[in-house]
């Protein structure tokens, strides 16, 4: 006699994350986050029981405050003593306290660019990396504006600030980015044109919600490094 078994599969609640309004009412971001997702849960068995959107920056010890989604992300994850699962840990913060205090929820934490494996110490390493990232973009936008001045540009105080907005939320779209180009290339991907026929192919829209065409890929490129 024989017998089918049905095996459940591992439940995970999904957060995604998008840091200004302009980003979340286009979309930039929250695509290429939830694919990453979508595609890391296929591949581990995981079923995504329940999908949480924010759109609110990540900055400050308080942040969660002002941030429901993952408020309510962390309480539907405990309910069901499942995992949160994020495509990058800057998702969830760059700040490194912020992300300690989330641990203390003790909701485990999956990040899909790092595996399904790495365990809550390797995460404060990733925080403190990804804190380090955040000055580091800070230092590249007042570099990019001292820059802009000496050219004779000028620049009023809304000026500045637009500036510095437009350049964190350019960096911010090619780290959101930077874990699709790698699988992407791993695929045997690699030529400019070659990747942006595929994310037309997969409507990924660019920063500016357009399509893709070889130099804007190029452009992603170099602003990643």
């Not at 969830?92 to 912020?98: I, N, P, Q, Y």
């Amino acid at each position: 006699m024989c017998t089918d078994r049905v095996v459940a599969m591992e439940q995970v609640v999904s957060y995604a994350r998008v840091s200004t309004s302009r980003q979340g009412k286009s979309g930039l971001g929250l695509e290429a986050q939830r694919f990453a997702m979508k595609q890391f849960a296929a591949s581990y068995g995981l079923a995504v029981s329940a999908e949480f959107v924010e759109v609110e920056t990540g900055k400050g010890h308080d942040a969660l405050e002002r941030r429901p989604q993952l408020a309510a992300a962390l309480a539907k994850a405990k309910s069901l003593a499942c995992p949160v699962l994020v495509s990058k840990l800057c998702r969830l913060g760059r700040d490194v306290h912020f992300i300690s205090g989330l641990m203390v929820n003790r909701v485990p934490f999956i990040v899909s660019e790092l595996g399904r494996d790495v365990d809550p110490f390797m995460l404060h390493i990733y925080a403190a990396m990804s804190e380090k990232e955040r000055e580091n973009i800070g230092q590249r936008t007042r570099a990019a504006l001292q820059a802009a001045k000496a050219r004779g540009v000028k620049l009023g105080k809304t000026g500045v600030v637009r500036a510095a907005q437009n350049r964190a939320e350019a960096d911010e779209f090619a780290e959101a980015m930077r874990g699709t180009l790698a699988k992407l290339r791993k695929a045997g991907v690699t030529t400019v044109r070659a990747i942006a026929e595929e994310l037309n192919r997969r409507a990924i829209p660019t920063a500016r919600g357009s399509q893709w065409h070889p130099t804007s890929v190029q452009r992603l490129v170099e602003r990643l490094g």
